[in-house]
T-cell receptor
């Protein structure tokens, strides 16, 4: 069965430091991949998505993610974190075919804390 | 201003009561979804609908029901059969099932 794994439950960084949030996927074929962000008590906001093509994807708020097929990873990065980036981040994969066509599977989420 | 609205933001229910959560979208999306979010468990799919008058069970449909009578509306009823309904409920929509899902602001349901 397809799965998305975020190995880090909680990450703490200092404001201005770089950030990398990890995401690994397990699918029969390459899924469509997404990163969402959620502030407490709010809905999910799409940061970026990968369907095909260029493996380095740019998103909103200065975030980017790199798709690496050999490592089954889709890690999210930001060169300099701002205090307003503190939130929970979800990686998700979408089956583009097969028996679970169109099913969006979420990782468990990574909570980001930013120290001043 | 296009988007997805959910109401109410907070909902309190007594045990044994059914409650209905509203989800409306004006994005002209065909597909709509309901997810349940519990701390540390990510999001789990309750029901989805690809088109008006059609819907399918997701991974945790027991104790829930839905309808899709209009393209823009996909209400979720939490029935008394749902054993542990206290959670944060999120509605989403997409142009089609193989496209990006966009989320509403959520409804927090608490059973007293």
């Amino acid at each position: 069965a397809q799965s998305v794994t975020q190995p880090d439950i909680h990450i703490t960084v200092s404001e201005g430091a770089s950030l990398e949030l990890r995401c690994n996927y397990s699918y029969g074929a390459t899924p469509y991949l997404f990163w969402y962000v959620q502030s407490p008590g709010q809905g999910l906001q799409l940061l970026l998505k990968y369907f095909s093509g260029d493996t380095l994807v740019q998103g909103i708020k200065g975030f980017e993610a790199e798709f690496k097929r050999s490592q089954s990873s889709f890690n999210l990065r930001k060169p300099s974190v701002h205090w307003s980036d503190a939130a929970e981040y979800f990686c998700a994969g979408l089956n583009a075919g097969g028996t679970s066509y169109g099913k969006l599977t979420f990782g468990q989420g990574t909570i980001l804390t930013v120290h001043p | 201003d296009g988007g997805i609205t959910q109401s109410p933001k907070y909902l309190f229910r007594k045990e044994g009561q059914n409650v209905t959560l509203s989800c409306e979208q004006n994005l002209n999306h065909d597909a709509m979804y309901w997810y349940r979010q519990d701390p540390g468990q990510g999001l789990r799919l309750i029901y989805y609908s690809q088109i008006v008058n059609d819907f399918q069970k997701g991974d945790i449909a027991e104790g829930y029901s839905v309808s899709r009578e209009k393209k823009e509306s996909f209400p979720l009823t939490v029935t008394s059969a749902q054993k542990n309904p206290t959670a944060f409920y999120l509605c989403a929509s997409s142009i089609s099932r193989e496209d990006t899902q966009y989320f509403g602001p959520g409804t927090r349901l608490t059973v007293l």
